[in-house]
Antibody, heavy 124, light 110 residues
Framework: QVQLQESGPGLVKPSETLSLTCAVS?????????WGWIRQPPGKGLEWIGS???????YYNPSLKSRVTISVDTSKNQFSLKLTSVTAADTAVYYC?????????????????WGQGTLVTVSS | QSVLTQPPSASGTPGQRVTISCSGS????????VNWYQQLPGTAPKLLIY???QRPSGVPDRFSGSKSGTSASLAISGLQSEDEAAYYC???????????FGGGTKLTVL
């Protein structure tokens, strides 16, 4: 059974860098799939941040691309998110998830399973 | 403003059939497959429907998905109180080169 667990600081100061890690158990990241980050501001909807393959290939949301770096550590079976220059608008629950992606003439993708999420608040 | 458009709320009584719509464009729903996620209060989203109409193992057949043109729908038959949740549609967007979500529909079971 695949399980994902986010970890990292729950409070980040404005202008600083948000750093989170997602530990994967029950499945080897090197076996395939993309691995993604999604966030949800309090009381709002879901926003995809970006996804990474075990080889290091990435997709990023263009609206966040200039501030986001996603990396993978296959030796620890985990992947990480860094978001720079944060503001209050980056306050959200951050989820990690396994991301099936097939970009073809009719592209398909889905996130399954998801981690439980971690709330990150940006405040001084 | 979400790329995919959903009604903010929906409701039904136990046993009833309800549908939730999701409207997109030619760059997302019109050319790619649609997924639906269920988010129970205080929990992480869970994959409910993938590839327009496929149910992951363990999802009851009361839940079904369909797609036509640039729109998709989620139908829930035999509504139960435990179905009270937020439901999100999603699809790959060729312009964004990534997945996009709807704003979510909060389903209330009266």
């Amino acid at each position: 059974q695949v399980q994902l667990q986010e970890s990292g600081p729950g409070l980040v100061k404005p202008s600083e860098t948000l750093s989170l890690t997602c530990a994967v158990s029950g499945y080897s990241i090197s076996s395939g799939y993309y691995w993604g980050w999604i966030r949800q501001p309090p009381g709002k909807g879901l926003e995809w941040i970006g996804s990474i393959y075990h080889s290091g290939s990435t997709y990023y949301n263009p609206s966040l691309k200039s501030r986001v770096t996603i990396s993978v550590d296959t030796s620890k079976n985990q992947f990480s998110l860094k978001l720079t220059s944060v503001t209050a608008a980056d306050t959200a629950v951050y989820y990690c998830a396994r991301h099936f992606v097939a970009v073809t003439a009719s592209s398909t993708n889905w996130f399954d399973p998801w981690g439980q999420g971690t709330l990150v608040t940006v405040s001084s | 403003q979400s790329v995919l458009t959903q009604p903010p709320s929906a409701s039904g009584t136990p046993g009833q059939r309800v549908t939730i719509s999701c409207s997109g464009s030619s760059s997302n729903i019109g050319s790619n497959t649609v997924n639906w996620y269920q988010q129970l209060p205080g929990t992480a989203p869970k994959l409910l429907i993938y590839s327009n109409n496929q149910r992951p193992s363990g999802v009851p057949d009361r839940f079904s998905g369909s797609k036509s043109g640039t729109s998709a729908s989620l139908a829930i038959s035999g509504l139960q109180s435990e179905d009270e949740a937020a439901y999100y549609c999603a699809a790959w967007d060729d312009s964004l080169n990534g997945p996009v979500f709807g704003g979510g529909t909060k389903l209330t079971v009266l």
